[in-house]
T-cell receptor
Framework: DAKTTQPTSMDCAEGRAANLPCNHSTISGNEYVYWYRQIHSQGPQYIIHGLKNNETNEMASLIITEDRKSSTLILPHATLRDTAVYYCIAWNRDDKIIFGKGTRLHILP | DTGVSQNPRHKITKRGQNVTFRCDPI?????LYWYRQTLGQGPEFLTY????????KSRLLSDRFSAERPKGSFSTLEIQRTEQGDSAMYLC???????????FGPGTRLTVT
């Protein structure tokens, strides 16, 4: 079973920030939080990852709570091309990745 | 394009036939992964290689499935005596030494009739 729980779907207006939550209350100390997304009919695409500090790159920001039991992926200015399924994964390199069902994000024009 | 490539992109086969898929990872990526994805589900891990060595196999990989990476570059996934339950998207991913993020290919969609 996936080690993370995410809402099944979310809507966000185009141009607004999309905030995608993820719970990982049983995360181990050596597991990173990874986010991938999958646009329809494509393979998953890496977005960002972090251990305990907040991270930002050109695609998104990742906010991890101090107790590491949850995190939020932020897409600062969502566009229609951000419509996808977003997967939150708790993973360390010595284990296989377990994807859950993810959050289906709809960006509304 | 220097991303991960997979061939064919689509395969329709009759039950009982054998099929083989190919994955070409990004050059110099030493790890290669295979996943299976059914409709509405996230990808499920099947197996992974580090160079030519197959290091882990999921119990999803029945005896009818075999994967190879003979020279540590491209990989093949063969399914023998296909069943309708094998219908899925088969995804390949690769990663660079020391880097954990995986780069996925576009997948091969298998339909077993």
């Amino acid at each position: 079973d996936a080690k993370t729980t995410q809402p099944t779907s979310m809507d966000c207006a185009e141009g607004r920030a999309a905030n995608l939550p993820c719970n990982h209350s049983t995360i181990s100390g050596n597991e990173y939080v990874y986010w991938y997304r999958q646009i329809h009919s494509q393979g998953p695409q890496y977005i960002i990852h972090g251990l305990k500090n907040n991270e930002t790159n050109e695609m998104a920001s990742l906010i991890i709570t101090e107790d590491r039991k949850s995190s939020t992926l932020i897409l600062p200015h969502a566009t229609l091309r951000d419509t996808a399924v977003y997967y939150c994964i708790a993973w360390n390199r010595d284990d296989k990745i377990i994807f859950g069902k993810g959050t289906r994000l709809h960006i509304l024009p | 394009d220097t991303g991960v490539s997979q061939n064919p992109r689509h395969k329709i086969t009759k039950r009982g036939q054998n099929v083989t898929f190919r994955c070409d990872p990004i050059s110099e990526h030493n790890r290669l992964y295979w996943y299976r994805q059914t409709l509405g589900q996230g990808p499920e891990f099947l197996t992974y290689f580090q160079n030519e060595a197959q290091l882990e196999k999921s119990r999803l990989l029945s005896d009818r499935f075999s994967a190879e990476r003979p020279k540590g570059s491209f990989s093949t996934l063969e399914i023998q005596r296909t069943e309708q339950g094998d219908s899925a998207m088969y995804l390949c991913a690769s990663s660079f030494p020391g880097e954990d993020k995986q780069y996925f290919g576009p997948g091969t969609r298998l339909t077993v009739t």
